[in-house]
């Protein structure tokens, strides 16, 4: 099955003049024949969405809708009654895993090769892209650590507080006499209750932003790119610096 069948061999006196041909169900300029009809691409993507969606639409008016290139969109439960209508057919409609294969075979024969349905290779790196990876994966490799056991001494003190133990209930009769309420201690905010301790770990997301650019100082420092570059800048910085500063006499 094709989604695109070829066109009927006309009967002699019946051919069809040279010219655009247009869509039976629009009346836009057809692409070809899809689906047994002469149709445009918008109505053959159209009649292919609905029927694999199995979508049901209803017409407002009682399905007088007019489907043209112009209103096609409007009423889509009498565009998709037209396409019928015209002669499209739902048992021609491929699957998206029938698609697929059909460009891959399509593929494989425009390639070398492609007719003993071998998959071709596809184009892998160049020397200079290969060489670029492992310079990148060997300064990777000796500036950090897989193991993180450098940024141990950056994390903050885990001071996990003691829990109380769980309140227990215990039913015991009343003694006889006035009840008297315990005495209740002021109930302390949700903002005071959550207020984590901010100040005291500044100074370990500090010392751990260092260390984290120091590490990626490092990693640039391996690569020849940036050591290049930055000789070259700083020989602009001290060009610029005997240019605009006066000598002191």
Request: glycine share 8%; with cysteine.
């Amino acid at each position: 099955r094709t989604e695109r069948t070829p066109r009927p061999r006309d009967p002699p006196g019946d051919a069809e003049p040279d010219g655009d041909k247009v869509c039976a169900v629009c009346g836009d300029r057809a692409s070809g024949y899809h689906f047994h009809v002469m149709s445009c691409e918008g109505c053959k993507g159209f009649f292919r969405r609905s029927v694999i969606k199995g979508v049901r639409f209803t017409c407002p008016l009682a399905r007088r809708c007019p489907v043209t290139k112009a209103k096609r969109r409007q009423c889509q439960a009498c565009r998709l009654q037209k396409c019928l209508d015209a002669g499209m057919r739902r048992d021609m409609i491929m699957s998206e895993e029938a698609l697929r294969r059909r460009r891959e075979r399509r593929g494989q024969r425009g390639q070398p090769g492609g007719q003993r349905g071998e998959q071709g290779e596809r184009p892998g790196l160049t020397g200079e892209q290969q060489e670029l990876i492992q310079l990148l994966i060997g300064a990777h490799q000796r500036t950090f650590d897989s193991s993180f056991s450098q940024f141990m001494h950056c994390w903050p003190p885990c001071a996990v507080p003691a829990c109380p133990p769980p309140a227990v209930r215990l039913l015991v009769p009343s003694p006889a006499g006035p009840a008297v309420p315990p005495p209740l201690s002021p109930p302390l905010s949700p903002r005071e209750e959550a207020q984590p301790d901010v100040l005291s770990l500044l100074p370990q997301f500090a010392d751990l932003s260092t260390f984290m650019i120091q590490q990626v100082i490092r990693f640039a420092k391996e690569i020849p790119v940036f050591r290049c570059a930055g000789r070259a800048r700083g020989a602009a910085t001290a060009r610029c610096h005997r240019l605009t500063c006066p000598r002191v006499p």
